[in-house]
């Protein structure tokens, strides 16, 4: 078992992200989870557009949310990303938005996959994919 920590990023709750109880939208769940997947991205690629040149790009296919707590405008909340790959063509994100008193609000789980720009089709081995493109798995999984 590893001892590295999930990539994590805060959010503020902007007010115009409730609905009409005052709660966070529920779409704006899955928001939060992209803005975490998008940075772990990012930051596992060194800030290089990698995949691009290799005419690939991410593909959230299947995303499912659930609530645990309330989440209110002002609230500051860390959301995780964590990917787990496998075989196959697609691979796994999960994402835990916890308020900043540790209280685990919702949790994402979400299927991805890379997509050959070109043929319009999912890659095999989408790690091996990210390896070879310079990405720092490292910061997308705390599994070896």
């Known amino acids: 078992m590893s001892e590295r920590e999930p990539f994590r990023i805060q959010v503020k709750v ?5 609905d009409t109880l005052g709660h966070l939208n529920h779409a704006v769940y899955h928001s ?13 690629s060194g800030g290089r557009d990698n995949l691009r040149t290799e005419n690939l790009s991410g593909v959230l296919l ?9 989440i209110r405008g002002g609230d500051v909340v860390e959301v995780t990303a964590e990917f787990e790959f496998g075989d ?57």
């Open 88 to 144: 196959g063509k697609v691979f796994h994100a999960t994402h835990q938005i916890c308020k900043l008193d540790g209280t685990l609000a919702a949790e994402i789980t979400c299927t991805l996959g890379l997509m050959d720009l070109e043929r319009r089709k999912l890659v095999d081995d989408p790690r091996g994919r990210l390896e070879r493109a310079g990405f720092d798995l490292k910061v997308l999984t705390t599994s070896d």
């Open 62 to 70: 299947e995303s499912h949310i659930v609530y645990r707590q309330e």
């Open 14 to 18: 902007r007010h115009y992200e409730l």
């Open 32 to 44: 939060y989870g992209e803005v975490a997947r998008i940075e772990a991205m990012e930051q596992a």
